[in-house]
């Protein structure tokens, strides 16, 4: 400890001398500094280079130019460290510390270090008056790991400090990504939305662009020939009818025209049977053009809506035949009931008209959840379609039989099916049923 009051009192003597003016402190102060038994030196505030080195310091350390060596040469600290500890000395918040320096000869001393701040022809400067702790190195020690101490907790924090900025600039760069990617992902979706939407309004218009030219053809051909016909037969009839006014009145008394019976009565039954014909066309083109209105979708229980639509007369034959196999259970969907039940009675009718002679009919409605659809599939044992026709049969006003009282209609029902469907977003598929006969499968919604 008076080692300790010695250099002290050394370093007080110095900052006397520098204070007390400049006509007689350097001759005392170079003497002083130069002579002084304690290893002496002074350091450029701002370099951290030592300038001057008294004897006693070149002694100890052994170097042979000290003078020009910068501290972090000596000083086992890292430059930053040493950068710190010198601009605390010169705030003067240190001014006894420890540090382990390396000698010349490679060994390594803890040096106690008294270190003041002066200002020397206009520039700042540290003095420091350093001395051995070898022979109080117990008290040396425990100081000298406590400022150890002091500097792992500095550089422990600062190194927290700087994982805790990389963890929030990490967060924030990947807030920042996950909000691009975001983005993008709704773009990207907005783009397929839109590119569905264009194809499926390419598919709408190509549909409706065949849809018109098939009206066309109708309306051309289906609406003339009955028209033409019942002109015809109209025309017959009018003839007839002035023939028989003109004998009416002739001044031949004895001779007497009458229409003829028979064919009278054939040409009434063909006027009423094209009438019959050209009024199912009109209905079946306002049921067709009617599937445009606003759809109102409601759940629907299949097999409730089943036992109705086969209550209806036109089908009351395939119920009292006991030809219906439901497997059940039929989920539940969800539709325009309206639709709906045009659907199933037109698929069940026509299971009915075109069945076979020569076995009973048999007809099996089943369905499978596929997603979030049910697959239905309605098959029969009937006369069946050939594959070649099955996409032709699909169109408007296509029959595959002559029209006559065994297959009555006008083609229209399967047509109607399709366009009910495509409102649903689903299509007719066909294969084969049972025993030869032909199976439809369609996709409806399932109630959610």
């Known amino acids: 400890m008076c080692t300790y009051r010695r250099l002290y009192q ?29 290893p002496m030196w002074m350091v450029d505030v701002e370099t951290g280079i030592i300038e001057r080195a008294n004897s006693s310091a070149k002694a100890f350390y052994g170097f042979e130019q000290l003078e020009g060596m910068h501290l972090n040469q000596i000083n086992l600290l890292n430059a930053a460290q040493i950068d710190s500890e010198i601009r605390r000395a010169a705030a003067a918040k240190a001014s006894h510390l420890y540090f382990r320096h390396r000698l010349a000869d490679g060994s390594v001393k803890v040096m106690g270090t008294y270190t003041d701040s002066f200002q020397v022809n206009g520039r700042e400067v540290l003095i420091s008056s350093l001395y051995d702790t070898s022979d109080f190195e117990a008290s040396a020690e425990r100081q000298y790991m406590r400022r150890v101490e002091e500097q792992v907790d500095l550089q422990t924090a600062e190194l927290q400090a700087s994982r805790q900025r990389t963890f929030w600039m990490a967060v924030i760069g990947t807030a920042v990504q996950i909000g691009v990617i975001v983005i993008l992902m709704a773009l990207l979706m907005r783009l397929r939305r839109t590119r569905t939407e264009n194809q499926r309004l390419i598919r709408e218009l190509s549909f409706r662009n065949r849809e018109l030219e098939r009206l066309s053809q109708v ?15 109209a025309q017959e009839l009018s003839q007839q009818l002035s023939d028989q006014r003109a004998q009416q009145i002739s001044p031949q008394p ?3 025209v009458t229409l003829d019976t028979q064919s009278t009565q054939t040409a009434v039954d063909f006027i009423d049977s094209q009438a019959r014909q050209l009024r199912a066309l009109v209905n079946d083109i306002q049921r067709y053009l009617s599937l445009e209105m606003t759809l109102k979708p409601e759940i629907i229980d299949v097999e409730a809506l089943i036992e109705n639509v086969c209550a209806e007369p036109a089908l009351s034959p395939l119920r009292l035949s006991d030809a219906l196999e439901i497997v059940a259970p039929l989920p539940a969907v969800k539709a325009d009931e309206r639709q709906l039940r045009m659907i199933f009675h037109v698929l069940l009718h026509n299971a009915w008209l075109y069945r076979r002679s020569d076995k009973p009919l048999r007809v099996r409605i089943s369905a499978l959840p596929l997603g979030n659809n049910a697959r239905f599939r309605i098959e029969d044992n009937g006369s069946g379609i ?8 699909l169109e408007m006003f296509t029959r ?3 029209h006559n009282e065994r297959y009555p209609g006008t083609g229209m029902g399967l047509a109607l099916v399709v366009k009910a469907l495509r409102n649903l977003d689903s299509k007719i598929v066909m294969e084969d ?8 499968l369609f996709d409806l919604p399932l109630a959610r």
């Open 219 to 233: 309306m051309a051909h289906h609406f003339q020939e009955p028209s033409r016909r019942l002109v015809s037969f």
């Open 386 to 393: 050939s594959p070649e026709y099955r996409t032709q049969v």
């Open 254 to 256: 004895q001779t007497t």
């Open 433 to 440: 049923g049972i025993d030869g006969g032909i199976a439809v």
């Open 400 to 402: 595959l039989v002559p």
């Open 10 to 38: 050394s370093l007080a003597v110095i900052l006397t001398m520098l204070v007390a003016g400049p006509s007689w402190a350097m001759p005392d102060f170079e003497s002083f500094f130069s002579r002084h038994s304690a």
